[in-house]
């Protein structure tokens, strides 16, 4: 009864689909548990770029069932959208199934999304502008919208006009804009019933006769740690768990049946959107980084922020997440540096915290404390195992492995599928 959770163990932008992929050709099932399409996943297979935004990473591995549970908030266009452009590749999406209960972006809640952060100015989060928020918070508010609602008129109709109730009055008193009708939402909705019908599935179900048969489920989060809802770097969060708790609540699996949680890391660290970043770099090296890690976003496109290895921030996604292993990527981008810093500790106040402070005032004052780590300059991309690396850079990782405190079970070498460096199995 193998259930593995994988998640981002930073900011998001880890490289969780290439992990994903990975395993994908050993496991029997995919799950996205949580976020929606304010996700973007990079797989390389072959010569081949696939960006995922939505879809779970396995559904470019045969014989792979990719899921999207409960948890996650869906746009039915975008869904399509991202589903036409794989099988214009060759790629069979017939086997996805997407949970009746899991909730649907409207119209209305990407509208709201769009002029609410304008609205902000200064103060605004740095979303994706894709409805997302707004949609859990509708779904908090017991005014969201269902998939499985798509197939009762009625009743889509009385769920959209009490949503609406209270939007259109916000949109024309407040941002002075048009009313939205109720009649051309559930228009456009319904439009997408029957086009969903074939992958709507009781998933819950589903997977949980998939763990009872020793199936093997791999449950996949979007962002990452600091970006939880509950556990992130509030408010410069996402609307959601991708921790390794969301996985049972995205998905409808109890945690008794979790067997093992992986968290990945990037060998250095990135961010996309507003928020504390204390190794943030504002030089040659944090455009190196930016530059050379290709660190654009998937899903938003802008350049990410780039910093050295937090160990205080992998330290405490180990804690939250209960973490089991560690999957390094990118470690190849490092090539090249004669010595790279490594955060260890913040001071804050003229005190050394080893931790992450609870406190948001705290963590947007704290400063980097480094330890620095000597480099390399052998080009590692053919490594094949962890004694192909060059000395120093075995060194780079196991001090990050003491310090975030899980072992190190797989290293990311370079962007392809096969340039990944196995070093404890994950199955």
Not at 75 to 101: A, C, Q, W, Y
Not at 124 to 151: C, E, F, H, S
Not at 194 to 214: F, H
């Amino acid at each position: 009864m193998p259930a593995l959770v994988l998640l981002g163990a930073q900011w998001g932008d880890e490289g969780k689909g290439k992990a994903t992929d990975l395993l994908g050709g050993s496991v029997d099932y995919v799950v996205r548990y949580q976020g929606g399409n304010n996700a973007g996943h990079t797989v390389v297979v072959g010569d081949q770029k696939y960006a995922l935004h939505l879809l779970p990473s396995g559904i470019l591995s045969p014989g792979c069932t990719p899921v999207i549970g409960n948890g996650v908030v869906v746009d039915p266009s975008v869904l399509f959208s991202e589903l036409s452009g794989l099988n214009e590749r060759g790629v069979d999406t017939s086997k996805l199934l997407i949970s009746g209960n899991a909730h649907i972006i409207t119209p209305y809640n990407v509208t709201v999304d769009k002029v609410t952060e304008r609205f902000l100015g200064k103060r605004k989060i740095g979303t994706t502008g894709r409805g997302i928020g707004p949609t859990y918070a509708d779904k908090i508010n017991r005014v969201g919208i269902r998939v499985q609602d798509l197939y009762d008129e009625s009743i889509l109709t009385q769920k959209v006009e009490a949503a609406l109730d209270v939007k259109n009055q916000m949109l024309t008193k407040l941002y002075n804009r048009r009313a939205i009708a109720t009649g051309q939402v559930v228009e456009e909705l319904m439009g997408y019933a029957d086009k969903l019908a074939p992958y709507v599935a009781d998933t819950v179900l589903v997977l949980n006769e998939a763990l009872d048969d020793d199936k093997v489920v791999l449950f996949e989060g979007g962002q990452g740690t600091l970006l939880d809802i509950d556990h992130g770097t509030y408010p410069f969060v996402t609307s959601s768990n991708p921790t390794a708790g969301g996985a049972c609540t995205g998905a409808g699996v109890g945690p008794t049946k979790i067997s093992r949680v992986i968290g990945i890391l990037k060998a250095y660290t990135t961010r996309v959107g507003a928020g504390p970043f204390p190794t943030e770099l504002f030089d040659e090296d944090g455009e190196a980084l930016r530059r050379i890690g290709g660190e654009r976003g998937v899903t938003t496109g802008p350049p990410r922020r780039c910093g050295w290895f937090d160990a205080v921030i992998a330290r405490y996604a180990t804690r939250v997440n209960g973490l089991t292993d560690f999957f390094l990527t990118k470690l190849d981008v490092l090539t090249g540096w004669e010595e790279i810093p490594v955060c260890v500790a913040y001071e804050i106040d003229g005190r050394r915290v080893e931790e992450l402070p609870y406190s948001q005032s705290d963590f947007h004052h704290a400063k980097p404390v480094y330890e620095t780590l000597p480099g390399w300059s052998e080009d590692i991309t053919k490594a094949k195992s962890f004694s192909d690396l060059p000395k120093n850079a075995q060194a780079y990782v196991r001090a990050l492995e003491e310090m975030s405190g899980a072992p190190i079970s797989a290293i990311g070498v370079g962007p392809g599928r096969d340039e990944t460096i196995e070093i404890n199995s994950f199955l």
